[in-house]
C-alpha cells in the first residue's frame, strides 16, 4: 500500500526527530554503565574511605565519653562525623555525576531541546488522558509487555549470575567457619568482588543488547512512506511549478539584461540563419573584447534587429560566430585562440585604422583562430 512506512528514514527526518528529542537511547545501557563507573571509583578510592573510616573510629573511641554527651550541644558532637562522610562522599558523587554526564553525551550526542516538555493541547484532552492511562496499566499493551517480559529477564540474569558465582566457591565460605578474622574478610572480599564483576559483565551485555533493540524499534518507528519521501524532496528541492517560474523569470532577466547592452556593442558577429554575438572591446575594462549578447535562432534575430536600429555593425562570419556562442560565456571575456579572428573583425569594422589594439601575450596564435578547446 502507498501508506506503508517501508522506506528507511532520511537524514533530514532523524535530523527533524532530533530536534524533536525523539532519539534512541537505552537506560538498561545507562544503567550499566554508570554502576560500572561506581564499582570503579569505589575500588579506587576504597584506601581513601578506609582511611577515613579508620580515623572516624578513632575519635570515636579516644575523644567521646559517654559522660561528657551533652544533648544541648549535638552539632558540636556530629561535626566531625559529618565532616568525614562529606570528605567519603564528596568525591564519589562527584565522579558518579561526571560519569553519567558523559555516558549520556556519548549515548545520545550534543542535544538540547524543550521539545519533549512542552504542553500538548491534544492530549490534555479527557479522551487522549484516559486512553494513556489504559495504555499505561494494561499489561498486555505491546510496550508494556515487552518491557515487563525484560525486566523480568534482567532480573533473572543477574540474580542467576550473583548466585551462581557465590555457589561455585561455597566450599570456600563454608570454610570461614574457625578462621581467624583477617583471612575471613580477605576471603569475603575476594568472592563479593568476584560476583560483582560478573553481574556488571552480564549488566552490559544486557545493555549492549538493548541499545541494538532500542536502535531497531527507533528506525522502526521513524520509517517513512514513499510519498512523504517524494513531499520531503520537494519540500527541500522546491516546488517544480515554482523553480520553473523563477527560472522563467531569471531567463527573461538575462535576456533583458543581454539586449539592453547590444547597442553598447562595437560589432555583432553574426551566422544569418543561427547565432549572433556582440562583442564590444574596451581596454580599460579588459584586455580582449568581451560578450555582451548572444542568441541562437529567435534570439539571433532580436540581437541583429536591435544593432541595426542602433547602428551596430553586424560582420558575418559564421565559424566564428558559432565559436563564440560555445566557447564563450555572457559577460566573458573571449579566449585566446580566438584573439586573431575577433582582431581581423575589429579591424574591419573600424577602418584601416584598425580597433585599438588588445594586449596578446599568448605564444599559440598562429594556430587557427576557429579552433576550439
Known sequence: MADEKTEEATPKRREDERKKGNISKSQDMSSALTITAGCGFLFVLAPHILEKLKNLMHYSLTHISPSEIETNDIITILGPYAKITGEIMLPFLLGIAAATILIMRLQVGSLFTLEKIKPKIDKLTPQSIVNGLKKMVNPFEPKNLVELSK???KVAIVGYV??????ARMDELLGLLGMDIPTAFAVLASILTQMILNIIVAMLIIGFLDKKYQDYEYNKSIKMTKQEIKDEWKNMEG?????SKIKSAQMQFMK???MSAVPTADVVVA?????SVALKYDKDIAPAPIVVAKGVDYMAFKIREIAKANNVPIVENKPLARSLYKLVKVDHVIPAELYVAVAEVL???YGKDGPPKMKINNPNLNQNPNARR
Do not use: R, Y
Open 256 to 258: 533583458q539584461k543581454m
Open 239 to 243: 516546488d517544480p511549478i515554482i523553480k
Open 347 to 349: 579591424a574591419f569594422v
Open 162 to 167: 550473583g548466585f551462581s558465582t557465590v555457589n
Open 271 to 275: 551566422n544569418p540563419t543561427h547565432f
Open 151 to 153: 525486566s523480568f529477564l
